[in-house]
C-alpha cells in the first residue's frame, strides 16, 4: 500500500505517509509532495527521502478531510500516488491523487451508540 494513515489518539491528528516507487522516478535527484494541505506551494512542498525502494514522506493532516495531491519530480515532471484512495479530475485538467483522512475505526464506533 502506497498511503499508509495513522491516526494518533494524543491529538486530532492523522500521520499520512506517502510513497512513491523509485520506479515511478528511477533518475530523479528531488521529489516533492505538494497539494490541497500546502496550497500546491512549490516553495513548501514536503521534501521526500530516497531510500531503497521508494521515495518518501510522512506528515500530519487533519482526520476527516479530502485532500488532492501530486508528487513533483526534479521540479518538472508530476506523478499521481499509484496507489492513492481515488483520482479526481484537476481544473487543468489532469487527474489529481486524493488521500481521504476519515477514521472508519470511530465511524464504526459512532453507529454503535
Keep these: ?12 491528528v492523522c500521520q499520512v505517509t506517502f510513497r ?4 515511478a522516478a528511477s533518475q530523479a535527484k ?19 527521502k530516497k531510500t531503497k525502494n521508494y521515495f518518501t514522506t510522512t506528515i500530519d ?16 515532471f508530476w506523478e499521481n500516488d499509484w496507489e492513492a484512495d481515488r483520482y479526481v479530475e484537476s481544473p ?13 475505526q470511530n465511524w464504526k464506533t459512532k453507529l454503535k451508540v
Design 92 to 104: 487543468i485538467g489532469v487527474e489529481n491523487s486524493v488521500v481521504v483522512t476519515k477514521n472508519m
Design 20 to 23: 512513491l516507487p523509485l520506479e
Design 30 to 48: 528531488e521529489v516533492v509532495l505538494l497539494g490541497d494541505f500546502n496550497n500546491w506551494d512549490q516553495n513548501n512542498g514536503f521534501p521526500m
Design 61 to 76: 493532516l487533519k482526520p476527516d478531510q479530502i485532500y488532492e495531491f501530486r508528487y513533483l519530480i526534479d521540479g518538472q
Design 1 to 12: 500500500m502506497s498511503l499508509k494513515k495513522r491516526f494518533l489518539k494524543s491529538r486530532p
